[in-house]
């Protein structure tokens, strides 16, 4: 049933898939029990290490469905402070030939306070899911220079519910976002979010590890500077990466040229050379969590090998279906790296 959904929601526009899938998941008889394959990361414990990545359940309205997938973690999200509607529309679009996908959503979502309702419903009736990670980001109205108080707002909101968050600081569908990756900018958002962090932790006898998720496109001189702010500040993980702006891969095909983030399979290779720079150096304490382009269990391999502890899929499940999840959970049961 599921494949022959997933078959018929992509002979429709992206978006319009996209929120009739969130809408019908959880009515849908989805079960998919996978053998445990646990492991720690960041002080917490993963029932496996395939994950979902943010950008497909926005609002955290899906997750008793994700968590019948067999997945070991979801990540929630991008969510900020406000509610917005995102960019103009039409803002996803395919490219089937490639297994690509363009978005320029925006973050578009209901606000922190409604994902975190979301969140507090599944708490309280399911108490052995996967981990959920919040994945936060600023309100578009917010100038770049004020960011860090959109940041530090979804923060103490999500603390308490989430099993980590992700900073989101790298999408490029929201203005100017990306300059918060820069050496100077990228230490006075995650020392001052760090200094927050230790001030929670208190507050509900609880550590959630933050995470940042940096972009594909950076110089490997960019990628170097971020990487030693985030040792500096003792952050603890990286997601390695998100969308990337390059059209190489696709140029000639349909929707090629459509402004926004590129994600599928023609961000394999780069996402796996960005993983593997960052595993190179940083130090065991600050592990990689891999997404980008993980379209096969192979792929995930190829990250893990490149030094990720975890992986995480989005393009690859769009055209990959639920399969992929145990494929990916499976190899990585049988792979001794």
């Known amino acids: 049933m599921m494949d022959f959904a997933r ?7 992206a978006e319009t898939a996209h929120n009739l899938a969130i809408a019908a998941l959880p009515l849908l008889p989805v079960q998919q029990t996978l053998p445990n394959n646990p492991i720690e990361v960041m002080g917490l414990k993963f029932k496996n290490k395939v994950g979902l990545a943010a950008g497909l359940d926005k609002n955290g309205e899906a997750l008793s469905a994700w968590a019948k997938m067999g997945f070991g973690f979801v990540e929630i999200g991008t969510v900020t402070p406000l509610p917005q509607s995102g960019n103009p529309k039409p803002r996803m679009f395919r490219i089937p030939e490639k297994q690509a996908i363009i978005n320029r959503m925006g973050f578009n979502n209901k606000g922190i306070d409604y994902l975190l309702r979301n969140l507090e419903e599944y708490r309280l009736n399911h108490s052995d899911g ?72 208190d507050k509900y006898q609880k550590y959630t590890p933050l995470v940042v998720k940096l972009a594909p496109d950076m110089s490997e001189d960019e990628l170097l500077e971020s990487i030693e702010v985030i040792k500096a500040v003792k952050l603890d993980g ?85 399969h992929l999840i145990e494929r990916i959970n499976k190899k990585m049961i049988d792979y001794q790296p």
Do not use: W
């Open 238 to 322: 990286v997601i390695g990466t998100n969308t990337t702006l390059s059209r190489d891969a696709v140029q000639g095909f349909a929707n090629a040229d459509e402004a926004g983030g590129l994600s599928g399979a023609p961000l394999t290779e780069r996402s796996t050379q960005v993983v593997k720079v960052l595993t190179e150096h940083l130090p065991l304490s600050i592990p990689v969590i891999a997404a980008g382009g993980i379209m096969t269990e192979e792929d995930a391999v190829d990250k893990i090998n490149a030094g990720a502890k975890l992986v995480q899929i989005y393009s690859g499940f769009i055209y990959g279906g639920t």
């Open 7 to 13: 078959k018929i929601l992509l002979t429709i526009p």
């Open 130 to 201: 996967p981990l959920i990670g919040v994945n936060i980001g600023k309100n578009a109205v917010t100038p770049i220079n004020k960011a860090t108080d959109d940041y530090l707002i979804c923060l103490k909101k999500a603390y308490q519910l989430a099993d980590y968050i992700t900073i989101n600081i790298s999408s490029p569908n929201t203005k100017n976002l990306r300059s918060l990756q820069g050496k100077d900018q990228l230490q006075k958002l995650l020392e001052t979010l760090k200094a927050e962090q230790v001030v929670l932790a």
